[in-house]
């Protein structure tokens, strides 16, 4: 039971960092166009904040790891993620205003706007790891499921978002609600984490 | 013997037959592939490979200036709702049709032309007679990257000739509530934005509804032989009618060698509605464009 939900918040992770990131490309058109290169600047952040996360997940699971924490990484990384409907307009322009090559300036601004929420959401991937690895021996089986949970949920986040969401809602109304998932799955773990 | 044959082979040069098709470039660009074919007679600039798909430009060789296509002719109208254009914006370059024959026909009028695809730039110098003059500008940017910091180096435009959607890939970025805005604030007041756009499927609806959100009152402007409209849109009332053929009497003449014949719109621009009203308006925050396009 506890390690199904683990699965399950894993699983849901991975979808809401494709989606957000498929919305992140959306979020900076208006302001550096959707050529190649705001595609190159989201995908860098985008992977660059998950290196990161990977790095801090493990390191964080190393002191007294529990479903309680893992679901503190949650709520912050939903934290992160709703104030941007109100914000990110608002950023885009400073940067905008500040850099005058789109490169850079898409760069900068997917920096701002994106790596915080990412970095966290990078953090799940390892701890997961942690609170599900029992001996070593089935350290690999236990990596290789939650790798398969996790990258399909980005699959079908990537599917879902680009096929439908964006044709059903509006863009801020999608970052608020992938927000409000993750506070869910928060609430589901620490609901699970006094249960067993 | 020689000489008949010498003779077939001059025939053969001076009357192809009909239907050969001749590729003349082909390049995969960084946004699109880019191919210019030769055929009866007719230089075309196409965007894909498929067959079936409609040519972006065509040029006769006989008569490069001839506009050939007729959503280029209806763009050419909106010179009848103002007067000569000092200041003009053309966004999405083609063979170049359009900024050429406004560099042509108004030489004192700065010219600005925005063209995202440096392949699409080149291929039009070099096959379509595009030759940008010492008033011409080319800006090798994404549009709406171009119209805002225009905006903020107060650059401000007569006309504005929108022409950016190929019909195979839409940028929905430059379909929106608040791209139209930002383009109407580049306006000089009384000017005019024409833009070139699809006639057809569900996003017809929701693109006429978006016009009206940020237009008010916008004319739509449609013709039979044409799968496409125009819409003309203004920060002032329109011109009247009698304006229009008073515009259309002084550039007549001086049309004839693009084939546009401004006589036969004057007072005629003004389309019925003939979009199912109630469509959501499309914004930064919805912009499906290419979903709807289908």
């Known amino acids: ?196 | 013997m020689m000489m008949r044959c010498a003779a077939l082979t001059l025939l053969l040069l001076a009357f192809p037959p009909l239907a050969t098709t001749k590729t003349l470039h082909s390049e995969r660009s960084l946004y699109q592939n880019v191919l210019v074919i030769e055929r009866m007679g007719e230089i075309c600039l196409q965007f894909t490979v498929r067959v079936d798909v409609r040519n972006q430009t065509c040029m006769k060789v006989n008569q490069p200036r001839e506009m050939v296509f007729t959503y280029t002719k209806m763009m050419m109208a909106s010179l009848l709702l103002i007067d000569d254009p000092t200041s003009v914006l053309v966004i999405g370059l083609g063979g170049g049709t359009l900024p050429m024959a406004i560099q042509e026909l108004f030489p004192g009028a700065t010219i600005d032309a925005v063209e995202i695809d440096p392949a699409v730039v080149r291929v039009a110098e070099r096959f379509f007679h595009f030759k940008p003059g010492p008033n011409m500008s080319v800006f090798t940017q994404d549009a709406r990257v171009f119209g805002k910091r225009a905006a903020r180096q107060n650059k401000r435009y007569d006309l504005i000739l929108l022409d950016a959607y190929n019909g195979e890939y839409i940028p929905e970025h430059l379909m929106t509530a608040e791209y139209l805005q930002e383009t109407l604030a580049l306006l000089t007041p009384g000017g005019i934005i024409a833009a070139n756009t699809f006639a057809i499927s569900r996003l017809y609806d929701h693109e006429s509804a978006t016009y009206e959100h940020v237009f008010g009152t916008f004319l739509n402007f449609r013709q039979p032989d044409s799968a496409n409209r125009v819409v003309f849109a203004s920060n002032q009332p329109f011109r009247t009618e009698e304006f229009q053929r008073h515009r259309a009497t002084l550039l007549d003449p001086r049309l004839r060698p693009y084939a546009v014949q401004l006589a036969r719109y004057a007072g005629r621009l003004d389309g019925r509605e003939d979009w199912t009203r109630g469509a959501e308006v499309l914004t930064d925050q919805f912009s499906p464009a290419n979903q709807l396009n289908r």
């Open chain 1, 1 to 196: 039971m506890r390690n199904v939900v683990i699965y399950v918040m894993a699983g849901l992770s991975g979808f809401i960092v494709m989606s957000f990131e498929l919305l992140g490309g959306r979020m900076l058109a208006p302001w550096f166009g959707s050529g190649t290169y705001v595609w190159g600047s989201v995908i860098t952040i985008f992977m660059a904040a998950l290196a990161i996360g990977y790095l801090l997940g493990g390191r964080l699971s190393l002191h007294s790891p529990s479903l309680s924490r893992y679901a503190a990484l949650f709520i912050l990384a939903a934290l992160l993620l709703a104030p941007l409907v109100t914000y990110a307009d608002r950023l885009l322009e400073w940067t905008f205003n500040l850099i005058e090559d789109e490169r850079y300036g898409s760069l900068l601004a997917a920096t701002f706007l994106f790596a915080p929420g990412t970095v966290l959401l990078g953090m799940i991937s390892p701890y997961s790891v942690r609170l599900l690895v029992e001996d070593t021996h089935r350290s690999g089986a236990v990596a290789g499921v939650l790798y398969f949970v996790s990258t399909l949920g980005s699959a079908l986040g990537t599917l879902l978002t680009s096929f439908y969401f964006v044709l059903w809602f509006e863009m801020n109304t999608i970052v608020i609600a992938l927000a409000a998932t993750l506070a869910v799955l928060a609430l589901l773990g620490v609901i699970a984490d006094r249960v067993t």
